[in-house]
Nanobody
Framework: QVQLVESGGGLVQAGDSLRLSCAASGLTFSRSAMAWFRQAPGKEREFVGGINWVGNIIPMADSVKDRFTISRDNDKATVVLQMNTLKPEDTARYYC????????????????WGQGTQVTVSS
């Protein structure tokens, strides 16, 4: 079965960086679009960034562009979210998601989800 396992979350201070990884198995990763979403308590799950099966990135969310980047390694079946200059408003649970070929920007676009990794940014 498909498994997406996120790692790399933690408690950091404002201005710090974190690198989240998502390891995928049970799917044809090289033909999968991957994305990161996040969800803060009491809020809807929101799109952060996505990358298609050949490595083209769709525009990051306005709230994170210029601070976060997404990349993939098809040989290792992993997708990475590099988060720089973190802010307290980035505090959320971060989820990895997958679908075939082209990424979307809403949760309903995705077929597979990980359990998430918590990111907490203190001021």
């Amino acid at each position: 079965q498909v498994q997406l396992v996120e790692s790399g979350g933690g408690l950091v201070q404002a201005g710090d960086s974190l690198r989240l990884s998502c390891a995928a198995s049970g799917l044809t990763f090289s033909r999968s679009a991957m994305a990161w979403f996040r969800q803060a308590p009491g809020k809807e799950r929101e799109f952060v960034g996505g990358i298609n099966w050949v490595g083209n990135i769709i525009p990051m969310a306005d709230s994170v562009k210029d601070r976060f980047t997404i990349s993939r390694d098809n040989d290792k079946a992993t997708v990475v979210l590099q988060m720089n200059t973190l802010k307290p408003e980035d505090t959320a649970r971060y989820y990895c998601a997958a679908r075939q070929f082209m990424p979307g920007r809403i949760p309903a676009d995705y077929d597979y989800w990980g359990q998430g990794t918590q990111v907490t940014v203190s001021s």
